[in-house]
């Protein structure tokens, strides 16, 4: 398959590039630092922050699939990952690439959007300590990162792409063990971490599991 891999530097970025060679997989891998890149792979420079719509649509040209692990690492990044997977999606139409596969976070279900003002107020998957503690808690902590993370899901439930967000809660830099749980658009019970490599290891089993697309995905150990 040939798949385009966004933010291939980043934490998942890395992991989804790593395994999905050892999978035999014709990856392009965009980052904004490609000369870090050592993979075998063909490598694009891409500033999501300050997306350039004719650059990415020539990356993607020719892709199955789009794995975006886009995301603030900084307070710099603000905003990256909406204004970025806005212009994805824009050139993902472009190159005839219907496929998209990103990562967001547990809490998102329950957080308000610009499109959502007024989610659930409970996530059906989480337990007493999630609803009452762990959710707000991580709310209130991590307020910009989830605003830039809630524009970008907007954007993704409007693209009219073959969409999966993967819901992750706390990532860790654990192995792949292949050992972890998932639910359809719910969190996972009791689930309270993950490591980053599992995280990928699902994106990739999506592409070939259509009951995925235009739904949302809790994982959790």
Request: hydrophobic content about 40%; charged content about 25%.
């Amino acid at each position: 398959m040939r798949l385009t891999i966004v933010a291939a530097t980043g934490g998942i970025g890395r992991q989804l590039l790593r395994q999905a060679v050892e999978a035999g997989h014709d990856v392009t891998a965009m980052a904004r630092s490609p000369e870090k890149i050592t993979d075998p792979v063909r490598t694009v420079f891409a500033d999501l922050s300050r997306p350039d719509l004719r650059e990415l649509t020539e990356a993607i040209k020719g892709s199955d699939a789009i794995l975006s692990g886009l995301g603030a690492r900084t307070k710099f990044d603000s905003g990256v990952a909406g204004r970025g997977t806005a212009a994805l999606v824009e050139a993902a139409k472009a190159a005839d690439t219907a496929r998209l596969v990103v990562v967001s976070a547990a809490p998102l279900g329950t957080f308000p959007s610009p499109d959502r003002p007024h989610p659930p107020r409970h996530d059906p998957g989480d337990g007493f300590f999630m609803r009452h503690l762990g959710a707000p808690f991580a709310k209130t902590m991590f307020r910009a990162h989830y605003d830039d993370l809630a524009r970008m899901e907007d954007v993704v439930l409007a693209s009219g792409l073959d969409w999966t967000i993967s819901r992750p809660p706390k990532l860790t830099d654990g192995p792949l063990t292949g050992q972890y749980r998932t639910a359809l658009d719910r969190n996972i019970r009791g689930g309270f971490s993950v490591s980053r490599a599992d995280v990928a290891h699902h994106m990739l089993a999506c592409l070939t599991r259509p009951e995925t697309i235009g739904h949302t995905v809790g994982i959790a150990k």
